[in-house]
Structure formats: C-alpha cells, structure tokens
C-alpha cells in the first residue's frame, strides 16, 4: 500500500520547501543568525545554492543579513506576520465566551472576525444549538461589501478608504439583493455608523440573514467583528433592531475585553 506520506511529497516544491527549512533554521539559531556555510551545511546544498535562498528571503523581508558575515537572521516582515498570528489567537482567545453567548442568546451561529485592512476574517464560529449548520470556513477572507461583518469594517473607515478598497476588491454579485454600487454601499454604511450593527438581507446567499457588529482595540482601531447568521425565515423585520442591539452589546464586550474603546465620530 503506498505511504501517504509519500505520496504527499510529489506535489513538494523543492526550493519552497528548501526555503520554509531554512526559515526555521535561522529562527533556531537565536540573535546570532546563521552564515551562508552554515546554511549551505545545514540544508545539504551548495554555497551558492544557500546564498541564492538567503539572498531571495531577505528581498521578501523574511531574512536580514547582518554584518560580520554577512549573518542571516529573522526580518521583519516574518516578525511582523508573528505579531499578526499572536493577536489574532489573543482576539480569538479573548472572545470565544463572548461568542458562545451570543450564540445561546440568540439561537443562532455566531461567527469573529478579525480586521484585515478591511476585510473579514473569521476566527472562530459557534453554531446555534439546532440550528442549521452554515458553511462558513474559518480563516479565509470574505467580501466587505455582501458580509453583515465586513460592512460593520467597512463602516469605521473613512469614505475614501471604502472607495479605495471597493476599487481593489470589486463588488461580485450574489444574489438579487447583493449592493452593486459603491453609492449604496456608502448609503448602507450611514446607516450602520448610525445604529451601530450592520446587516447581510439575503445578500451572499439566498436566504440567508446576519447582523454584524464592529470591536476595537486598545487605540481605538476597529479590530474586528462579531455576527450572527439564520435564516431569513426565522427573522421577521420586527426582529432585526433586538437582535442588532444585542450582537452590538456583545461586541462591545470584546471591546472591552481588549482595552479598547468604540471611536468617537467627529
């Protein structure tokens, strides 16, 4: 029977895997970094081959040489991109008891996304006791415009930062009710500013109902958003302004439990 390990192998590419092995050897290594000849011994590679590889991951921000050596050690886009892990396992950490409320208050799935320069990315999910299981992947990014979450983002970023990102990222159309221009979207985005939690009426999925609300950091940077997602069957109209005000509330808690504080709009 074929090693499933094996099997894996084939789909490797050598110079990703080189470079992934090397990474972790410098992290090893301490401050003192690694030498190319060191490198090249380590990997089991030639000079020029190590040179080449700590040469490449330096332009990427992933290495930096440092003199006598030149000696390699971590850069500062992979220290950075350690940051980035470590606050999104603090904010998940954080507001996972928050999550599991929300979700027995309401009866419904209740999702956390972390901020990623303006789009949703979800954390953690808790589904609604017998509730209608959602397809919802954690840690993959999802579209700001047609998200209860990602308009409750969109929402704490200036006008022209909204125009900026729409410009990027597009506004791909889902259903019949899914926002396709940036002057309702920006209208839709008052209102949330307003009421302070943001709605998704049908409009990723048929169907489908969520509220989103924004949290914020320490500085006062919106750091993310908590929502919850039914069926639209299951939310009359009369519905939305109590589940919206408790999804706020709850968010709110995050904030607080990150030392944060809501922005205070000029």
């Not at 509730?131 to 983002?153: D, M, N």
């Not at 221009?181 to 049908?202: K, M, N, P, Y």
């Not at 409009?203 to 989103?212: I, L």
Request: glycine share 10%; hydrophobic share 40%; charged share 25%.
């Amino acid at each position: 029977m074929p090693n499933t390990h094996d099997q894996d192998k084939r789909y490797e590419v050598q110079s990703v895997a080189r470079a992934a092995h090397l990474l972790d050897l410098v992290g090893g290594a301490g401050a003192g970094g690694l030498g190319v000849t060191e490198i090249a011994g380590q990997l089991k590679v030639a000079k020029s081959t190590a040179l080449s590889l700590a040469r490449t991951l330096g332009a990427a921000g992933l290495l930096r040489a440092v003199d006598p050596g030149p000696r390699y050690v971590l850069g500062l886009n992979l220290l950075r991109l350690g940051d980035l892990v470590a606050q999104q396992t603090s904010i998940a950490e954080l507001g996972l008891p928050t999550l599991r409320d929300l979700s027995s208050v309401t009866g419904m799935t209740a999702r956390l996304a972390m901020n990623e320069d303006g789009y949703p990315v979800f954390l953690e999910r808790i589904d609604g006791e017998g509730s209608i299981r959602f397809h919802a992947p954690l840690g993959q990014r999802e579209e700001p415009h047609a998200t209860a979450a990602g308009k409750a983002i969109l929402a704490q970023m200036s006008e022209a930062d909204v125009r900026s990102l729409i410009a990027d990222a597009g506004m791909a159309v889902h259903t019949s009710k899914t926002l396709t221009s940036e002057a309702a979207l920006l209208d839709d985005l008052e209102r949330v500013r307003r009421e302070g939690f943001a709605t998704d009426d049908e409009e990723e999925a048929e169907g489908v109902f969520c509220v989103g609300a924004p949290f914020f950091d320490h500085q006062g940077r919106c750091a993310g958003a908590l929502s919850i997602t039914g069926l639209k069957v299951d939310v009359p109209l009369r519905e939305v302004q109590r589940l919206g005000l408790i999804v706020r509330a709850h968010a709110d808690r995050v904030t607080a439990l990150l030392g944060g504080a809501r922005q205070r709009k000029a």
